[in-house]
């Protein structure tokens, strides 16, 4: 089982929906959860952290459900600035005690339609 | 701020050559990140500085690959000998703490 699994996509939405993605992570021990958004032919930006109660920004939310090992993101009200990759961050633990490594999942492309 | 910049933005050169990329961490940033993305394996760690001391390389392909941080303020990598496999975008990344990355905008590599 892959560290950080994501949907590759593509999720073709049309202007205006509401779209989720999911991503699931394998190590129980995994600790700081993060998006990040990847433009095409452009590098990563961080989007938001992801918290243990679920956070908002604008019209983007976060959850985080530890027990089913997975982090979501909902974005409301789609636009057609959002098309892009969206990257799944897992700090994972590995190898000697104490140590983690910031893990990332390939991606799920979103295109919004007009 | 200027942000991280990296050097070249594109760079083909011919298998067994000397690859050598550079960076310039944001200023104030005590992290530096070296990551390599293709199609195939994602965004990859190969290995993190912290106040310009390599922290964990694990991520190192092998031998070929090496990588330094004179100061805190430039880092290399270098791949020696190149191989068609090494073609990917390399990215660098720093940041205050160890999250909340902040990633320049690549170095294309392509070699043929």
């Known amino acids: 089982r892959k560290e950080v699994e994501q949907d590759p996509g593509p999720f073709n939405v049309p202007e205006g929906a509401t779209v989720a993605f999911n991503c699931t992570y394998s190590n129980s021990a995994s600790q700081s959860f993060f998006w990040y958004r990847q433009d095409c032919r452009k590098e990563p930006k961080l989007l938001m952290s992801v918290y243990s109660s679920g956070n908002e920004d604008g019209r983007f939310t976060a959850q985080l459900n530890r027990a089913s090992q997975y982090i979501s993101l909902l974005i409301r009200d789609s636009k057609l600035s959002d098309s892009a990759t969206y990257l799944c961050v897992v700090n994972i633990p590995y190898s000697g005690a104490g140590s983690y490594q910031l893990t990332f999942g390939k991606g799920t492309k979103l295109s919004v339609i007009p | 701020d200027a942000g991280v910049i990296q050097s070249p933005r594109h760079e083909v050169t011919e298998m067994g050559q000397e690859v050598t990329l550079r960076c310039k961490p944001i200023s104030g940033h005590d992290y530096l990140f070296w990551y390599r993305q293709t199609m195939m394996r994602g965004l990859e760690l190969l290995i993190y500085?912290?106040?310009?001391?390599?922290?964990?390389d694990s991520g190192m392909p092998e031998d070929r690959f090496s990588a330094k941080m004179p100061n805190a303020s430039f880092s290399t990598l270098k791949i020696q000998p190149s191989e068609p496999r090494d073609s990917a975008v390399y990215f660098c990344?720093?940041?205050?703490?160890?999250?909340?990355?902040?990633f320049g905008p690549g170095t294309r590599l392509t070699v043929t």
């Open positions: 990344a720093s940041s205050r703490t160890y999250y909340e990355q902040y």
């Open positions: 500085f912290n106040n310009n001391v390599p922290i964990d």
